[in-house]
């Protein structure tokens, strides 16, 4: 990189599982504004403020074509310019970087919305699947991922207690968390007893529904000094595609989340995650989520989550919580999460945390994915110094 | 932009109404595939993809992943950018910038839309909930409403239409990548086409088609390797307008006037007609053209049917616009943009072949256009 790139300020709504009394720019907006009046920036073209918007959304959540359009009033894009990434929101992040590196503009605001409720998740999510060989299925996330966690579960002998754990530590951790949409004091076999929605995935391995929305502003770095006393600066990041058919892919392995991260890792100068890394937000749609994501971020061998689990060391107060937030188990929408977790590791670097706070985090890890068992995986390495 | 960047390789699918003997992820295969051997490259040189499309066009939620069999995308980087009729442009110039920032050396994007799986008008009448799902009018009537404000406002005839649709049938003929290639005689062949909504003709608008187009946009160091003929990119502009109702055309400045302003002004162009040699312009309709040539400064407010009725933007004359036959021959819509800056760049190589303008092309200006109302504008040149 020519130079660093900071995060001035972040923001999120508080996740709800239902937002029906506000439309979707309303409910962004919530977060928009806390940004402008932290850091009194306005939408200028005279380079003293926001230059550009980079938004994330997708039609198919919001029902309507060309979904920015719900977001593009409260991010000054009239004359000005914007763009849509239609992918999970850190990539988003992800893009609005290079934005500002290529010279295109100094400050960029990133914004990320969804609102999960207003249509049937699983409709949405089956049109991300081949038309021909795998919509007719009925395949959505959740089956799909119901796959993925037979064949990871088997192949590694990890046990459903191990996921279960899981969900009990992030609805735990997200009693810290006042945007948390569903904390909950959990036990393993609370976990375990609650509906099966597709085996081996019980209602508890599952993200609920949710509505929310995120936001940044994001500055080159002799203007982020200015804009504010501690920007975060992204050190590293990178993103893969897997393959798309189910059958094509070892399901319990992630090699295009490994490729990400050893890319990611690579750019910041990391060589030994579990050791450099303070703090981590995994993107855990389902619980064995978080143990195969591990893998791949290389916090262990392959198969060697269960174990990591049971050790207790991503527990907060352990060797490298992750999830202080409570994760997306705790309810994030998607397209939303994996911004969701840039903010949160944003907020930990900052020591504005809260009560989810890992004390001294200098260096974290923001995890996000996209499409169907993650096929496309973002890393990204943030630090405070 | 920070550092230089080139695009250096081009690629079209073959366009058409339908396709049925391939599915999409074949169909973008194509114009990878072109796109590679146009840079004389292989897939495994490129790191990243970016695979743009309208969602609803062709019903695909997160088409970039899904579609990954055909983008080459597989073990690489990439995402997908959407932001309507713009999108194939915004893809191009998400690659120009994830170039220019320097993290990436050779990065390849794709604009792709089968429109036969979707209902492109279904969809886009869902543009302005509240608003426009009510006329359900989509595009055709916003296009309509923009016609008939030009022919109140500057005396323009149905028969300027006319004569931008027999330009670009007569170009399009000439590029065997162009849908439509109807081989209209005159006017009147135009004139006995089927109303849409009045005064727009089935002829006077654009077609839904299939096709796919991939660029290779590269650093300056590898575009200099790689390649003899690397096409500049210069500047990029994107310019939105907010809009309750989606309404193009009329007389007043607009996201078209202000980011040629914008993007002239940077480039110290004085006068497009003189400093720019090739257009290749979004028109979704034959009356969008005459709007555009007033919208980017190439002849006086209200005289953009003048110029057709000159024949100055011919493909053999001194401001050719559209020698590749445009949008009204050709349009799936998520390449429809992207379209536009590879045939802009292959005038500059002078590889264009049959639809090659006459004239010695050194700079061109690509536009892209979207709901509601958006622009962008692309500047190429052969050095920069």
Known sequence: MSERIGIVAVAQTRYHPNRAEVKEGEMAYEAIKQVLQETGLKYVNDGTGIDAAVSCSQDYWDGRTISSLNVASFLGTHFRSEEKVASDGINAVFYAMMHILSGEHDTVIVTTHCKESMTSPSLVQNHAFEPIFMRVLGLDFLSAAALQATRYMSKHKITPEQCAKVVVKNRGNAKNNPYAQAPMSLTVKDVLNSKMLADPIHDLDAKPVSDGACVMIMAREGKAKKFCKKPIWITGVSNCYEAHYLGDRDLAECKALTKAAKRAYKMAGITNPLKEIDVAEISEKFSYEELLWMEGLGFCERGGAGKVIDSGITKMGGKLPVNPSGGCLSGNPTEVAGMTRVVEAVLQLRNQAGARQVPDARVALAHGTSGVCGQLQTVMILSNS | ?384
């Not at chain 2, 146009?38 to 309208?54: E, G, R, Y």
């Not at chain 2, 006077?204 to 096709?211: I, L, N, V």
């Not at chain 2, 480039?267 to 309709?285: A, H, K, L, Q, W």
């Not at chain 2, 005459?290 to 057709?308: S, T, V």
């Open chain 2, 1 to 384: 932009m920070a550092n230089r960047v080139a695009i250096v390789g081009v690629g079209r699918s073959t366009q058409a109404a339908r396709r049925p003997e391939v599915n999409d992820a074949e169909m973008i295969n194509e114009a990878v595939r072109a796109a590679l051997a146009d840079a004389q490259i292989d897939i495994n040189k490129v790191q990243a993809v970016l695979t743009n499309s309208i969602d609803g066009f062709d019903n695909f939620y997160l088409g970039d992943c899904l579609l990954v069999d055909g983008t080459g995308g597989y073990m690489k980087s990439g995402m997908k950018l959407h932001t309507g009729g713009t999108v194939g442009s915004t893809g191009a110039i998400a690659a120009f910038n994830m170039v220019a920032s320097g993290m990436f050396d050779i990065v390849l994007t794709i604009g792709h839309q089968k429109q036969e799986r979707g209902n492109s008008m279904g969809t886009l009448c869902a543009a302005a909930p509240g608003e426009m799902r009510e006329f359900v009018q989509g595009a055709i009537g916003a296009f309509a409403q923009a016609a008939v404000q030009y022919m109140k406002n500057t005396g323009a005839k149905l028969e300027h239409a006319g004569m931008v649709r027999l330009k670009a049938d007569k170009n399009a003929c000439r590029n065997p990548y162009a849908h439509l290639r109807l081989g209209l005689k005159s006017i009147d062949d135009v004139a006995k086409s089927p109303i849409l909504i009045w005064p727009l003709r089935l002829l006077d608008f654009c077609p839904q088609s299939c096709g796919a187009c991939a660029l290779i946009v590269a650093s300056e160091k590898v575009a200099k390797k790689i390649t003899k003929k690397p096409v500049w990119v210069a500047d990029h502009e994107t310019v939105h307008e907010l809009q309750s109702e989606v309404v193009f055309g009329g007389d007043e400045e607009k996201s078209q006037q202000i980011a040629a302003k914008r993007i002239y002004k940077r480039n110290g162009i004085t006068n497009p007609v003189r400093d720019i040699d090739c257009f290749e312009v979004y028109e979704p309709s034959s009356w969008e053209e005459m709007y555009l040539y007033e919208h980017f400064f190439l002849c006086e407010h209200n005289k953009g049917w003048k110029m057709i009725e000159s024949g100055v933007t011919e493909i053999e004359r001194e401001v050719p616009v559209n020698p590749s036959g445009g949008v009204l021959a050709t349009n799936a819509i998520g390449a429809t943009a992207m379209l536009r800056i590879a045939e802009a760049a292959l005038q500059i190589r002078g590889d264009a072949g049959e639809h090659q303008v006459t004239k010695d092309v050194k700079t061109t200006l690509s536009s892209g256009l979207g709901g509601t109302n958006w622009t962008t504008l692309v500047l190429l040149k052969r050095s920069l």
